[in-house]
């Protein structure tokens, strides 16, 4: 996706059991490598002697800690965050693990995901008594968790699930507490949840690749509706009793956001990348003398759709490495762009070629417009969109920090359209059943999955927006 | 003092409500007047249209707010603080004033004082279900008041009068709500907390010499147990129903804390510290040639003494001026130290005298020592240190933040073993007695205060400490 | 190079002249574009009104200018620099332009190099009278330049080209005076410096990538040995007498340095890789399933090693792209490296596989067996390791900080041993002359080329080191 | 003097001597003691086995330097500064001590003054060949003590005399070479430079007050026109032959600049400003009840006037301590000002008083007006000013930084219209001749004064200004 920051996702969440281990470490590894995740704070709470000491900051993982910050932060137990604000508000104060004391102890919780009730949930808190200090979601479920069980055995298990009970959308949890680390994903499982194993220890994690990093094996996925209680004797499998809810993995995560390297639903998200353009290759061939990527999320299609449809795949766009976000405004008379600054186009792998410029998304559409013209400008002759996704056309809440549909271009226009107006020779996206073809074509039981971005059918009651 | 930091004054509160004022500004200026009762942090909170808005952050007040960090806090009523951690933790998450949402629409609370009943109300809100993130007094006050008033009408009057009846010990509030700004004073009156008028409108704080900056002029006091209600049409004292408690202003706020220009119980401080200086010159005489004060808070009670006893009053020590915390630590072949670093005798107007040294209290006893040296290397032939005190020998339980007693000189040696271990020829401390009576000496009426530093006599039931 | 900065670019180096254009933000943009010649610091200085102004720091171009910086530098001239140190002294005081007041007015300086003689030219200046505040080259071309022409009229032209010919060793400069900008490049033309066009100005820079970003038009080198004055009538070429000297291009920059999308003697720099892994795929083929590139700097070579090979091309290694220096020290439990942090393998497309993997140049060694296990670890059956340049064996003196040759892997050990150390099952690195056949094979004209830290020929007297 | 900031000293110096002391620390304490000569800056450089190290920075003393800062100035030789820039740029490269290296090695130099010759120097070193980075004069002096001596033997005391020759105006210096530490000042004595003795060492500093803080003893002035040359053998005196020049020892330093801890010409400063306080009350006698100071340099002058008169002296107004430059605006409506921020009157004191308010000098004019309204505001039923310098008319080219003629309210007004101006019920100045009478009662040999200020004849040939 070439729109810059156009979608982002909300957060990477990770959870630790590992007596012997330096947890804090792994904890910093392991965000580390969800950094895509979430890049504006980052945190790590461990469980030690005299309770949870804790570590936040702003900024990328690697601003965040030092080695005197990690160097407290001893214990068996550890959970960590990187984030995204969904609601704009960009404060340390709001950066997690979210720590409280509670009736029951200590508890830390990590959060990736967006309740669709969170005014019924605030309210029912407030009259209870329960000063809020925020407006987020994690302040709403730690609070949540501090109330009682009003009948039976109060136990930690038992706060869950009626926490679980009383919120609605999407949640993968990891919580801290004086002897386990919980991992918790809502029914519907919109967001992925993954549990490890290491040499002593086991690990909780939105995604595989942080696996890698620190030399953990993926074992499972954590279940809609699980809860999976990790302590010193390894995990164990809860399933509270909760109202029905079909199953709807989010297919962004296919398309874009997830990490290539990462298994998901027991398949390597790379390979289905490349599956979608493959099937893209199938829906939408053109004539053409090579296939570019925009790199680098576009790249696995890109190699999909060369290998299907024979046309060569080359480099065409180089892009700088330098990640920094910049405020100096460009001017006229330089005509520079954020896409200049961004991209440069190999002259002479383009010239004179008709070019098929592979894209995993078009959302804005304000950034394939230039970069159509700086492949024509370095020489291609023709240049045709394929988008590996269906047109984005509905809003997220379950997560996802999007434009809102009116700076949708496919709410506006159709695929002539915007192969118009961004100065493409042709415009093709992936078909809904293409891509939920290409997505499931790897899998090994029958799974539901979310696309309402593209469909507009959500699998959960929303707000009711224009 | 010259124990450079041994006793510590928790906070200081203020609160204003000024229609067609800028009241951040107004906070501002007040919290730089109170900036002697709380160097460590420093906040502001003002109710707007769309509710509070606050800044806070660590430093002194003119380094933690900015005109910018000022501007979007417009509206008609605010709070401020400043603050010492009395429990060490010094964080910006602690900073008051402390802003929650509650049932009963927002709050913030700023707090001066220090709660002997904080385990037993933790206690209370885990149980009830609230979660807790932090250690502070002032968290559970604000939770405390975002509990309903069980029976009758929900009203911020009855919370607050609930509030008083569950919390003891020393509390001078300043709070915010959507119509008003409430002063609240413990029945004990432990700390000061003062009401003024400005031209259009009232304000409330820890000290009056928070007024003259503001242009504002001292009204009343805020009696101890009472509530006053500040809205548009100016203040309403309440009292409410609470267990009968002995008034026990603290005297240590005379003998050091309060600045010298503030109207305490109706009488000026430094008027006051002149009185104990007079006093002490009747209980302890000396022939001598030179009164001379420790700068800057002996100097009133130097005056004090000189004009009792007849000794020319005389500048003898100069003070450097430029604050600033060193953790440069000085070698024992330079022989600095912090008094020398802190203050240099002025040898022409020392050399060949007898030597009265005056200082307002002796607490550690760690700097009286390098300052006799001083005046002796300077060329003073005797000097005897008096005090305009009395010993202290307890640790405060109310607010203030002291040293235990195995630090307390007073606890080990009687004033002629003090004496001889600062290397004075002699040492006097004021009688508890004649404390009181020059204290009391300007009051209108009878009014109880705490001595229990001097004493051991607590108005109150304090923790059993060795 | 999968080395993670084992070598380093000493600089890059801009300059335009442009009335009626913002000049200082077309230095930003082009010094973003040139930000991989230099990390540590950054500077722009413009020719104004009342003389040079200049805003320089550490870290990277969008890290060191804001808005605020940019907007006093108003002017139609200016120059710009990125930078490493080569002497390992970090320190913003070193940041360049160099600006300086001379009897011939103001001056400001960028270098990219390293001067050979830098001992005797220092003392030179040191007996003249002048004070040198550092160790710097820049400082004294700076100095060296201040000094009058001894004879004859005292000219910018006369004092450039008496400097040429004190100065040996490494310079491409860009200078700042009263009226001009200069472009200057030593007689070997060791490091790149090329000439370009915008609407209503021009501009040099070390790399063409400079250009497409402001639109700028890439137009001549400038040739080894020659002075390009840029004024407001146009750039003029200079040519001075100085001592023959034979023409040696780095070519390093062709491997490694040089951005893939810049043009370089004619030649698209990504095109002069391909070749060479085409090169490589005929000297060094072998039996296998998949090519798979060290990212991103060996890509084009891998996609040319594919094309010459028939071997399919594939993604094996995905890239942490959140840049940072992490100074948190993995411990040995968690067996996490750097290698592990930046790469993780791609399984399912490397399983069962016999993969060449290419890399473009091997310098300590330290990051290849990480790579190679990796591989292995993520399913690969056989790994081949091809290098698209020779053996590094040497110490650069002409401005690229390198590893003494005792780090320098292949100084210890030919190919096999490499192969056995890193794990691979074979390795071969690319001949000296079929790297020069690679990069010769797009020239319109014959050109000479140091490869010295391949051969150890110097073209250039080197200081005698073991 | 109440005007804040109205004028400033331009340094304060320091150098030492002493084998086996830390010379860094040393020069921190020194510096701290000379804080009140420039708090923008400050700076050690030590002469240790590697060269001169220097640490440096913006800021008071405390803020500039760490623990970890000094560590690595480790030797027997130091010098140090602390600095305001009279230029008006206030820029770390600005800070002070200068360091360069020179054909006779290296060289830090430390100034206190101002050149009169600058533009003349300039131009020197430029046609010389040297390139300067800076406007300032202390640069000037560092490449003009880089320049070898013509004729004869080229040694340190050659070029410092050589220097000497060349240079008009203000300095006091201490440089650092390798083998000694040297106290220079030049012929008119402007500015204050001592010598005293350690145990075991030797130290140079613009005032006494810095040898107190490190167990130094003061042991002779730096003579006018004169070099003193301190190695680890104790100090020499060298007299260099330069054009004769009259004793012109600055005034100022007495009225207001100086500590008044400081022993200068001497004589203790504290003592010379009781006396300027006595003989103000001769001059100027009032019928008052209370003699007043003006918070902290008035004092002792406010001491001296009431002794001499008979009038009580007492403490009527508060300084707040908390230092720190505020950027706050105040409104209108608020009615608060610089003044009320700073002082607090203790109306207690005040009521029903006719007030004697001494000040050390009137410069601006713009306090003395709120000053006596608070007094009036707080009961003062008259106010009368007594001022213990002549009326500052001029400006200082001497190294003081002062508000041009337009801004000195004594080049507008009479004594009668200054006290209308800020309503006071009389106002009077000592005389010059009053002043030169009370700085000469202490002397035990004849010297020359600079009153240029307030005279208007300069001992110097100074631009003509309007």
Redesign the interface.
Known sequence: MADVRAMREACGVFGIVAP???VA??A??AL??L??RG?ESAGIAVMGAGGIRASKGMG????V???KD?APLTGDLAIGHTRYSTSGVSDV?NAQPY?????MGP?ALAHNGNLTNAPALRDYL????????SESDSELL??L????VPDGEDTWSRRIAQVMRLAEGAYSLTLLTADAVWAVRDPYGFRPLVIGELPGGWVAASES?AF????AKLTAEVEPGTIVRIDRHGPVVERPELPTRSQSFCSFEYVYFA???S?IEE??V??VRQRLGQQLAKEAPVAADLVVGVP?SA??AA?GYAAASGIP???GL?K????????????Q????SAV??KF??????LTGKRVVLVDDSIVRGTTAGPIVQLLRDAGATEVHVRVSSPPVMNPCYMGVDMPSRADLIACRLDAAGIAKEIGADSCAFLSHEGMMAAVRAGLTRARGHCAACFTGRYPIEVPDVG
């Open positions: 012997g281990t330096d470490k792994a910093f590894y580390y490598a950094q895509h890049q990328l993982v690697t601003q800690f030092t080695e990690l104060r720590v409280i004391h509670t009736g508890l407030l009259q209870r008594g329960v000063g809020l200090v730690t609070q968790l501090a109330q009682p690749c890698a990093t620190i030399g990490r290539p390297d298994v398949q390597l790379h390979a680098d790249l696995p190699l795949y080359g480099e180089i700088n490495r330098y990640i920094g976000r910049t405020f100096i405004q460009p001017t008379a330089l005509r520079a200049k600054l440069n186009p190999l002259g002479a792998n």
